[in-house]
């Protein structure tokens, strides 16, 4: 998932945490006037950072797809606890020999939250509600998936916007749909899996319609329908209740016309607690049902104590990057292969990531396809890393090092004490680190995406199962993150996702990945399983790689 310009993601002191916890301040769990776990009819589950918006297809980040997942659903979906495609709200699809034309088979039977009935008319609306957005819509900062994955609009207003990809929508009746694009894409099918693609009512689109997403430099208002419950409406065991924000809460309500099978759980509320240490304490004071991103050091614990604590399949990256605008030492090849011998990523991996954990060599887990194992590579070695430096003549290299606050990530559980173990490497290498702590939004985020840190830790998780989910989001063209232009390097980024058949394409993914650690843009640190925690009554849902839990599979015991 995309971590760029998630505006709304602001996280709360662990101070202010450590108030809503002990005092359950109109918490819609303790409505009931009972918690600890005692209740059968709300699940809690707390996240490191805000929803950025009810509207998933204004979103790019992991914690508003996790509330509106339960609420939305896509043409395809991921199954339980794995990265396979299978049916969503189309029960089967199949693309043409040339990868244009996508013809989707859709469930019968299936209603909005609003009464709406689901058809090949409603599917259709949203891709082209989609396409037609202008304005402030069409900022990367506000429609990121689509113009990922569909390009441009109907008609672009911005000289930046990509040439649209999407060519148009079809009824060709009620329960069939045919999306056509004008160029194949690596990006489909996967991309129909989106959570910013989940089909909306038609209803609701009308409402949408009526408001504007305005901006005033780089920050973003959004519609008033996507900031409060009421008007959005989608096809999930869910339907979206209340947004109180003063709680950092989402409330969700069983959809009891749902097509699949019922929530097990009538109510279910999404909660935002910053820090890892005081989520672990909400769940062991019975404050909440589940947590995410559950620090490495507190698994043990957290199991001996009988708490439910499943690790997901690994499906992720973490990176350090490195901006060449905003460091010219860093144009050198020499300066980046030294700064990558320098980082002793085995030891971050054994003491600061769970077990599973992996040293990365490309910016890729191997569990994606396209993987190479033939990527040059670059040892810890300190006295390599001083011998590059002298080879290109930066001896007395100084270098700014950014690194975020107040934010736990899958692939970086603790930024501050991976920053500080990194830091204390470079400059054993005769390196000089000015450390630039951030907060994570938007003030890290912004000075990331702008290239202005030299150097920065950022990270990806997977949104499905091809390679140019991952090289293709930085490599497959300019980016102000790394401030390089290398045709080869873009060149075969690019050749790759242009390969309709599934061999042929995995190889140009694994020689893409070559010319990128022959170029060595950044330095891929690690990839790691993240761990999910849940009380000791609970039964938790199928953990996802992708971190696309279905909480509709929660029951208490």
Not at 132 to 157: C, H, L, P, R
Not at 308 to 326: C, H, K, L, W
Request: net charge negative; aromatic share 10%; with cysteine.
């Amino acid at each position: 998932m995309r971590i760029f310009k998630s505006r709304a993601g602001r996280a709360i002191t662990a101070a202010v945490a450590v108030g809503l916890i002990a005092t359950g301040c109109s918490s819609e769990r303790d409505e009931g006037g009972s918690k600890g776990g005692d209740r059968k009819d709300t699940f809690v589950f707390a996240g490191s950072g805000d929803p950025g918006s009810l509207d998933p297809a204004l979103a790019s980040d992991g914690e508003t797809f996790r509330v509106t997942r339960q609420a939305f659903e896509a043409l395809l979906e991921h199954e339980p606890g794995g990265s396979k495609l299978v049916g969503g709200l189309a029960e089967t699809w199949e693309g043409d020999a040339a990868g244009k034309v996508w013809t989707f088979n859709l469930r019968q039977g299936v209603k909005f939250h609003d009464g709406e009935a689901f058809n090949a008319a409603a599917v259709c609306a949203n891709y082209d509600h989609w396409f037609n957005w202008k304005g402030t819509y069409q900022s990367s900062a506000v429609s990121y998936y689509w113009q990922t994955i569909m390009g441009g609009f109907a008609k672009n207003e911005d000289d930046e916007a990509p040439k649209p990809n999407y060519k148009s929508c079809t009824a060709k009746d009620e329960n069939t749909a045919v999306i056509e694009v004008n160029e194949p894409s690596a990006n489909l099918p996967g991309g129909f899996s989106l959570q910013a693609l989940a089909i909306h009512s038609p209803k609701a689109l009308k409402e949408y319609e009526k408001q504007d997403a305005t901006a005033k430099g780089d920050a973003i208002t959004y519609p008033k329908y996507s900031q409060e419950a009421g008007t959005v409406a989608g096809t999930g065991p869910y339907k979206i209740v209340k947004w109180n924000k003063g709680n950092k809460e989402v409330s969700l309500e069983r959809f009891d016309d749902y097509w699949g099978d019922k929530a097990k759980v009538k109510n279910l509320v999404f909660r935002t607690i910053s820090t890892e240490e005081t989520r672990r304490q909400a769940l062991q004071a019975g404050d909440i049902d589940g947590y995410d991103l559950v620090a490495p050091a507190d698994v043990t614990t957290l199991e001996k104590q009988g708490y439910e604590v499943p690790t997901r399949d690994v499906f992720n990256i973490f990176y350090v990057g490195m901006s060449q605008s905003a460091n010219p030492a860093l144009k050198k090849l020499e300066v980046r292969q030294a700064i990558t011998h320098a980082i002793d990523r085995e030891n971050l991996v054994n003491t600061q990531l769970p077990e599973g954990g992996k040293v990365g060599t490309q910016f890729m887990p191997d569990t994606v396809a396209g993987y190479s194992d033939k990527v040059k590579t670059y040892p810890f070695d300190t006295a390599k890393a001083k011998d590059l430096l002298k080879q290109a003549g930066e001896e007395k290299l100084k270098i700014d090092f950014c690194y975020p606050t107040e934010v736990t990530r899958p692939y970086m559980p603790a930024p501050q004490d991976m920053f500080e173990l990194m830091k204390a490497d470079l400059e054993k290498a005769g390196i000089t680190i000015t450390p630039k702590a951030m907060k994570w939004a938007p003030d890290y985020l912004d000075a990331t995406e702008s290239g202005s840190c030299a150097l920065h830790l950022l990270g990806w998780t997977g949104d499905f199962n091809d390679g140019y989910n991952f090289i293709g989001t930085w490599f497959s063209g300019p980016d102000k993150q790394w401030g390089f232009k290398d045709e080869k390097v873009f060149g075969a980024v690019n050749a790759a996702s242009k390969v309709t058949d599934t061999a042929g394409r995995t190889a140009a993914y694994e020689k893409a990945n070559e010319a990128i650690m022959e170029y060595v843009p950044g330095v891929p640190i690690s990839s790691s399983p993240p761990a999910i925690a849940f009380a000791k009554n609970v039964n938790p849902p199928k953990v996802s790689p992708l971190t696309q839990e279905n909480f509709a599979e929660v029951s208490f015991k």
